[in-house]
Structures are given as C-alpha cells and as structure tokens.
T-cell receptor, first 112, second 110 residues
Framework: KAGVTQTPRYLIKTRGQQVTLSCSPISGHRSVSWYQQTPGQGLQFLFEYFSETQRNKGNFPGRFSGRQFSNSRSEMNVSTLELGDSALYLCASSLAGPRELFFGEGSRLTVL | KQEVTQIPAALSVPEGENLVLNCSFTDSAIYNLQWFRQDPGKGLTSLLL?????REQTSGRLNASLDKSSGRSTLYIAASQPGDSATYLC?????????FGAGTRLTVKP
C-alpha cells in the first residue's frame, strides 16, 4: 500500500513568488492535514481538509491556502513568499475522524 | 490552549541501554496521543497511537504509556540501538486540534 506522496521534494523560490505543493494521501484516507516545520517554531498546524472541505485552520496568514480534490489529493499554496516561509512542509493523511496520522516525506522550500 | 512539552530536548546513551522519553500536556481532555520518530530531513513515522481510553501500547521494543490525569505520556525504548537515533515527537489530539511537542533528539552511541 503506497504511503503519502508529496511533490516536489525540494524547491527554491525568491521572495514575492508563489508556490504550490501537492500531497497524495494513502488510498482510502479522506482527511489531509498540512504542517510547517522550522527549527525555531517546530511543527505548526496549517489546515486540515476532509471531503474537499476545510475542517480546521491554524494561525497562519491568508497567504497560506489549500484545497482538496474529489480524489482526496490536496494542494497548498503560498503566495507572496517571504524569507520566513522557508521550511519543511509536511502533509499527513488519515481515515475519517480523530485518528492515526501518516506523514509524507515533506517538501523542503527555500525562499531566497 | 493545549501545550505539549518534551523533556529532555536531547539525550545521548550508549547502545544497549533502556531509556524513557517524556511528554507532558496541559489539557487532559485529549482524544488520543501519538508518538512519532523523525530522521533528519525526513517526514514523521508513526510509532504508537494511544487512545484516551487506553493506558499503554506496545510495539516491539517500544512501549508508550498514558496518564491523562497527570497530563503525561512516556515512551520506553528497550535495548537501544544506534538505528534508534532520531528525533522523537509526541502529539496530542483534542477539539479538532493536533499539537506537537518540540521533540527529544536521541543519539545512541555504538
């Protein structure tokens, strides 16, 4: 059974650009959540999607957005990139309801 | 607001030792608690999930306990090996919110 797949694994952007990250959950998992991990702040929750609806949102500015498609794949977008957005972005999937999370390998974003 | 703390931040032990990692949380009304392992630059690997109604879970050399009343969980690793070297994070889930500790960086020396 394939795990959670995140693409791209690494990317470099410059300030002001925008970026889109993709996450394909484990087959059958309908919940996808996104996290930002930095050395200074640790793991912080961005948002969670379930059945194409955002179910929960963390404390991040509106530049961070996401969506989920009918096949449960999810994308997150960051617009007007700032240096502080450099981080490892992790996606996790789970079955419906409070549940065990399974993480992808992450997308490492560097903003120059 | 739930706060999750892991102490110590780093731990170094010789191979073969048994060790305990600690996780504490401020709101005892949790739904579940999950322990993860993270290797450098990688994603998180789920180790053990403890539901709020459970007291402990075991998988191989790992045993996790949960004491909701005191807001604590421990991860016990038996007979540690160099391959156990990684950062271990705990996460608690309640009220549609998942909170992570900062992790304990474990080094097991051969």
């Amino acid at each position: 059974k394939a795990g959670v797949t995140q693409t791209p694994r690494y990317l470099i952007k410059t300030r002001g650009q925008q970026v889109t990250l993709s996450c394909s959950p484990i087959s059958g998992h309908r919940s996808v959540s996104w996290y930002q991990q930095t050395p200074g702040q640790g793991l912080q929750f961005l948002f969670e999607y379930f059945s194409e609806t955002q179910r929960n949102k963390g404390n991040f500015p509106g530049r961070f957005s996401g969506r989920q498609f009918s096949n449960s794949r999810s994308e997150m977008n960051v617009s007007t990139l700032e240096l502080g957005d450099s981080a490892l972005y992790l996606c996790a999937s789970s079955l419906a309801g409070p549940r065990e999370l399974f993480f992808g390998e992450g997308s490492r974003l560097t903003v120059l | 607001k739930q706060e999750v703390t892991q102490i110590p931040a780093a731990l170094s032990v010789p191979e073969g030792e048994n060790l305990v990692l600690n996780c504490s949380f401020t709101d005892s009304a949790i739904y579940n608690l999950q322990w993860f392992r993270q290797d450098p630059g990688k994603g998180l690997t789920s180790l053990l999930l403890i539901q709020s109604s459970q007291r402990e879970q075991t998988s191989g050399r790992l045993n996790a306990s949960l004491d909701k009343s005191s807001g604590r969980s421990t991860l016990y690793i038996a007979a540690s090996q160099p391959g156990d070297s990684a950062t271990y994070l705990c996460a608690v889930y309640n009220n549609n919110d998942m909170r992570f500790g900062a992790g304990t960086r474990l080094t097991v020396k051969p």
